[in-house]
């Protein structure tokens, strides 16, 4: 029994320093929407929980190859539009680190494209992902400000994401085409709070006749919100709370179109002013 004892605990050690000189030939790749960072090994991806240990005081980790999680988003792997947005919200909410906050460059995203383009997406998808998901943490980043903040609170907290954020230039001919231009988040955010007051805006119906990604109504939740837009996709990510329609702003009778025959109590938009090829 001494034997055996001895051989077991031996054989843990040699394990565990195995183990352990194969973790140090991990890279970090970035955190996951769980909060756990995902590194590259040399058998795969692996999940490190930075908080929460074992028993024998170990990292709980997850490996990849194991396909004990079936998750491809915990790898950081994007298969789907969706699981853009989801990931570059992590990617995202770095820039509000309370203790190291991040300003992300074109390098930056260039990474964090090779590292989740699982589904080989083009650059356009993660741009309009990416956008959508600066929208989500702008939210929620305001909805922290506190009642009695200042009024150009909201303002700073926008200028602060737009200074954070990698640029986002990719075009396509459908881009064009649509004049799918979006308005910078902290001119987004002004332009809301000079529509009207917080008293005036709850409960108002509000019309954005060229919505796109819903950054001039992003932080108007408590209002009702009718939104047009031309390209499916882009409807598809805007907030549960627009009520929308795809169809041409230009062919579009808003009043009728919504059963608003009274009209709306505010409008905000930031049309297209380009040519719409009619006569």
């Known amino acids: 029994n001494e034997i055996t004892e001895s051989f077991q605990k031996a054989f843990r050690a040699k394990v565990q320093i195995n183990a352990e000189v194969f973790f140090k030939q991990r890279q970090p790749l970035g955190w996951n929407p769980d909060g756990y960072m995902v590194f590259s090994s040399p058998v795969g991806r692996v999940a490190e929980d930075p908080k929460n240990k ?43 680190h309370p203790k190291h906050p991040v300003r992300h460059s074109r390098e930056s995203y260039d990474r964090f494209v090779s590292i989740t383009n699982a589904g080989n997406h083009p650059r356009r998808t993660y741009d309009e992902n990416m956008e959508a998901a600066s929208l989500d943490i702008l939210r929620d980043q305001l909805e922290k400000l506190d009642e009695d903040a200042p009024p150009l609170a909201s303002f700073d ?87 929308t329609l795809q169809a041409d702003a230009t062919d579009t009778a808003f009043r009728h179109a919504f059963d608003r025959p009274g009209g709306f109590d505010f409008v905000i938009a930031n049309p297209p002013f380009g040519d719409t090829g009619r006569a």
């Open 54 to 96: 074992t028993k024998d005081g170990q990292p709980i980790r997850f490996a990849e190859h194991t396909r004990t999680i079936d998750r491809p988003i915990f790898f950081l792997h994007a298969m789907r539009g969706e699981d853009i947005r989801e990931l570059a919200k992590t990617f995202i909410a770095q820039i509000f």
């Open 157 to 243: 907290v926008a200028q602060r994401l737009y200074d954070g954020m990698p640029p986002l230039t990719a075009r396509t001919g459908a881009s064009v085409a649509l004049q799918q231009y979006s308005t910078p988040s902290p001119i987004a955010v002004l332009s809301q709070r000079l529509l009207g007051t917080s008293d005036e805006l709850k409960d108002a119906h509000v019309l954005e006749p060229t919505i796109g990604n819903g950054s001039l109504v992003s932080t108007l939740a408590q209002s009702h919100i009718y939104g047009v837009e031309i390209d499916p996709e882009r409807l598809k990510r805007l907030p549960e709370y627009v009520q």
